[in-house]
T-cell receptor, first 115, second 114 residues
Framework: DVKVTQSSRYLVKRTGEKVFLECVQDMDHENMFWYRQDPGLGLRLIYFSYDVKMKEKGDIPEGYSVSREKKERFSLILESASTNQTSMYLC??????????????FGQGTRLTVV | AQKVTQAQTEISVVEKEDVTLDCVYETRDTTYYLFWYKQPPSGELVFLIRRNSFDEQNEISGRYSWNFQKSTSSFNFTITASQVVDSAVYFCALWGHSNYQLIWGAGTKLIIKP
């Protein structure tokens, strides 16, 4: 089974802290994604990566950065956490087969609270 | 622009009732894919189905069925004889060739009461 593992289920951080959310997948997928989930807004794409060291901005990249030094690991960084970044963060991975998106596999989510 | 609308924010039914979750999409792509995901209380999204734009056949998997109608741009999901374990948030999503991103609906929270 494909496994996408996020380093923490729950995290509480202080305003202004630098926060690292880690995600590891074990299926050699090229594509990895970071989403933010808020009630009534569905999933919003923050960043995605289609290869090592490659990254693309999603819909809401402001206040975030990412790092993909190895294929299996995709990190989301909150440079200076703010209370409006309190949310559920979801990591996903997928492959493109013949340039067609297949299914995405998700981690269990990290619920981040910024106080 | 691409968009997915799940107009039902929350649905509550009694166990064993049938329930339909609506999904309406907008896209200018001729080739696109539609997805349904389930998010149980544990939080992890679980893939349910993918349907491509050229295949309008309805799909049935056990108690789950999907009705894809291009004429109305809808991809509705029906659970027959619902069970308490079906309680979850269900998301509909769209992927098109033009932007290589999944576009998500806001989700429908389904509550099945015993």
């Amino acid at each position: 089974d494909v496994k996408v593992t996020q380093s923490s289920r729950y995290l509480v951080k202080r305003t202004g802290e630098k926060v690292f959310l880690e995600c590891v997948q074990d299926m050699d997928h090229e594509n990895m994604f970071w989403y933010r989930q808020d009630p009534g807004l569905g999933l919003r794409l923050i960043y995605f990566s289609y290869d090592v060291k490659m990254k693309e901005k999603g819909d809401i990249p402001e206040g975030y950065s990412v790092s993909r030094e190895k294929k299996e690991r995709f990190s989301l960084i909150l440079e200076s956490a703010s209370t409006n970044q309190t949310s559920m963060y979801l990591c996903a991975s997928s492959i493109l087969r013949d340039r067609v998106f297949t299914e995405a596999f998700f981690g269990q989510g990290t619920r981040l609270t910024v106080v | 622009a691409q968009k997915v609308t799940q107009a039902q924010t929350e649905i509550s039914v009694v166990e064993k009732e049938d329930v339909t979750l609506d999904c309406v999409y907008e896209t200018r792509d001729t080739t696109y894919y539609l997805f349904w995901y389930k998010q149980p209380p544990s939080g992890e999204l679980v893939f349910l189905i993918r349907r491509n734009s050229f295949d309008e056949q309805n799909e049935i998997s056990g108690r789950y069925s999907w009705n894809f109608q291009k004429s109305t741009s809808s991809f509705n999901f029906t659970i027959t004889a619902s069970q308490v374990v079906d309680s979850a948030v269900y998301f509909c999503a769209l992927w098109g060739h033009s932007n290589y991103q999944l576009i998500w609906g806001a989700g429908t929270k389904l509550i099945i009461k015993p």
